[in-house]
Nanobody
Framework: QVQLVESGGGLVQAGGSLRLSCAAS????????MGWFRQAPGKERECVAA????????YYADSVKGRFTISRDNIKNTLTLQMNSLKSEDTAVYYC????????????????WGLGIQVTVSS
């Protein structure tokens, strides 16, 4: 059973940076496409970034392009989301997800999810 545990969230001022990490265990991390999703209060969950199993393909939502960077380390079984120039509208619970397909709309059909971590950006 794959387990995903997010860390690195918190409170930051607008314009600041945060680095989210996702530690994966219990499965073939190196063979799985991965992604970061977020859900703000009253809004649907959306994929903000995704990465293929070998890191060769990446997806970013238009709202985070140029500010967020997704990366992975298949030796350490970790997924990272570097978030720069944060805005108040980035405030949400962020989720790590695994498996599924990386398409032009993000990571589709992930089978595994972390519990989520809060990111709050104060203006």
């Amino acid at each position: 059973q794959v387990q995903l545990v997010e860390s690195g969230g918190g409170l930051v001022q607008a314009g600041g940076s945060l680095r989210l990490s996702c530690a994966a265990s219990g499965g073939a991390f190196g063979n799985s496409n991965m992604g970061w999703f977020r859900q703000a209060p009253g809004k649907e969950r959306e994929c903000v970034a995704a990465i293929t199993w070998n890191g060769g393909g990446k997806y970013y939502a238009d709202s985070v392009k140029g500010r967020f960077t997704i990366s992975r380390d298949n030796i350490k079984n970790t997924l990272t989301l570097q978030m720069n120039s944060l805005k108040s509208e980035d405030t949400a619970v962020y989720y790590c997800a695994a498996d599924g397909y990386v398409l032009g709309t993000g990571l589709e059909g992930p089978h595994y999810w972390g519990l989520g971590i809060q990111v709050t950006v104060s203006s």
